[in-house]
């Protein structure tokens, strides 16, 4: 069992909980168990079948891009953080 | 609706004005309620849009300060509510690169105006539901006084 901090903003689509618990030896696997339990996330994380551009999984304050990606494996007792990339104009 | 002390909307503005003509951008923290978000504290970031000649017209946030600005208030207990950034010469609306570059609802999305450096306007928009388009909350200017 791993565990995923929710953003406040998305809080709302998430039961209003601040951490959810999740299965998966992968953090591809957390994360599809984490829209499974709250299906309403799934919109404001992925674009089709791929993190939205401005999304960022962090494994130990370490980008995932910079790990294995979707196939990184997990022990089971990780915390994930979900961080915007912030831009505009 | 967005709740925002008078103080530090003068430091958000004048962050803007500091910035100019480059759009200068930050961090609002505080608590969402069932008014909206509450802003208690501002932590300003840097531009770091990678073109410098783009800077009157975009910018970015580095993830890794969001990470620490994001550690840092849950040690304070607060949460990033939204995000503030300036307009330099242009009106205080959600632009088409604001949307396409939005992140989720529920942020606040301040912008000031910023015109021959000199703050002109607050405008603070949210993310719709659908991703579709912005939507403009109200912003509640309030004064904190401390007793003594």
Same mark, same amino acid.
């Given at each position: 069992m791993s !565990? !995923? +901090?929710? /953003? %406040? /903003?998305? +809080?709302?689509?998430? *039961? #209003? @909980?601040?951490?959810?618990?999740? @299965? #998966? *030896? %992968?953090? #591809?696997e957390a994360l599809g168990d984490l829209t499974t339990q709250y299906p309403d996330l799934r919109n404001h994380l992925y674009d089709g079948d791929q993190l939205r551009s401005f999304v960022n999984i962090y494994l130990n304050q370490e980008d995932i891009r910079y790990l294995d990606g979707a196939d990184t494996a997990l022990q089971g007792n990780e915390t994930l953080l979900i961080v915007p990339s912030i831009a505009g104009g | 609706m967005l709740t925002l002390p008078s103080d530090l909307t003068q430091q958000i503005e004048q962050h803007g004005i500091d910035a100019y003509p480059y759009e200068g951008c930050g961090l609002l923290l505080g608590q969402h309620n069932e008014t909206g978000n509450v802003v208690v504290a501002i932590r300003p970031m840097q531009n770091v849009w990678p073109v410098e000649s783009e800077k009157p017209e975009r910018f970015r946030i580095d993830e890794k300060e969001w990470l620490s600005a994001e550690f840092e208030a849950m040690h304070d207990g607060l949460d990033i509510v939204g995000i503030f950034h300036s307009h330099p010469d242009h009106p205080a609306m959600a632009s088409p690169r604001d949307l396409a570059w939005a992140s989720w609802p529920g942020y606040s999305y301040l912008i000031t105006e910023i015109r021959g450096g000199k703050a002109l306007a607050n405008r603070s928009w949210q993310l719709s539901h659908d991703r579709s388009g912005f939507v403009e909350e109200e912003i509640a200017i309030v004064t904190i006084v401390v007793s003594s």
């Open positions: !565990i !995923i +901090r929710i /953003p %406040t /903003p998305l +809080r709302q689509y998430a *039961g #209003g @909980n601040a951490s959810i618990d999740v @299965n #998966g *030896g %992968t953090v #591809g | -």
